[in-house]
């Protein structure tokens, strides 16, 4: 969804002379050649890469090694990457331990995702008037996050600065979580469903369906973003779970002024 938003609007804007676009997946590939862009489409991650002057990676967290592997081998010197990836703190940690030293990494995170995914759903507006967080790290160049921060706004973004620790609490309850309980509410009433014999969802009320679209949302991604914010996690879960005990605790007792 955000690769192909990206790619959509770039176009559109002739922000680049050139551009490479790698898609692993033949049926994404189809899909792509149909939007009738001014771009090459690539089968490998390879030599093509040299040719590169910036590079956004738009994959889940677990494909981020591969990528920079790649870039080690094939990119130019002092190439500038970006990302779109939602947890920052660990991902940087590992690879800045096996990127080349010359590669610029200013790592993103913009804030405009949906539930549904896949180029399909691309649109060149998707980033209009909503957030762009750009990470700042320790040896991160102004130039380069100049560059990054112009990236975003020229895609109509509004674009903010923070550190990934910061980055990371922040989203943890603001989106990490939710996405948790959404998975959580519909496994529950699944579940409820599978007990009790009823089609609950058929006749759920607007709260559940709610739920259940940000639930379809892509299972890979979700997953690699809660194992690589595992810490913060586990912190509002409990959280959570301590404040679910209490309305637990209320109902139970039928108290009549509930905690919220």
């Not at 009433?189 to 007990?195: E, G, R």
Request: hydrophobic share 40%.
């Amino acid at each position: 969804l955000i690769g192909s938003s990206i790619l959509k609007k770039v176009c559109k804007k002739k922000i680049a002379k050139k551009i490479f676009v790698f898609e692993k997946s033949k049926k994404n590939q189809k899909i792509l050649k149909r939007f009738k862009l001014k771009f090459q489409l690539i089968k490998k991650m390879d030599k093509k890469i040299s040719e590169c002057d910036f590079i956004v990676i738009c994959a889940p967290l677990s494909e981020y090694k591969k990528i920079f592997l790649a870039c080690n081998r094939f990119s130019k010197k002092n190439i500038l990457i970006t990302d779109v990836g939602s947890a920052k703190k660990n991902t940087i940690t590992k690879i800045n331990k096996i990127k080349r030293k010359d590669i610029k990494w200013i790592s993103s995170h913009p804030i405009a995702g949906s539930e549904v995914s896949g180029p399909l759903n691309g649109n060149e507006n998707l980033f209009l008037n909503k957030w762009s967080v750009i990470i700042k790290q320790k040896k991160s160049q102004n130039k380069e996050i100049k560059k990054v921060l112009k990236f975003w706004k020229l895609l109509g973004s509004k674009t903010v600065n923070m550190d990934a620790d910061q980055h990371d609490k922040i989203f943890a309850i603001t989106s990490h979580l939710p996405h948790l309980i959404a998975y959580n509410l519909i496994l529950t009433a699944t579940n409820f469903k599978i007990s009790n014999k009823d089609n609950v969802l058929r006749f759920s009320a607007g709260g559940l369906r709610d739920f259940s679209r940000i639930a379809a949302s892509n299972e890979i991604m979700w997953r690699d973003i809660f194992f690589n914010n595992k810490s913060n996690m586990l912190k509002v879960i409990d959280l959570f779970i301590k404040n679910l005990k209490v309305f637990k605790r209320d109902i139970k007792s039928n108290k009549k002024n509930l905690e919220i």
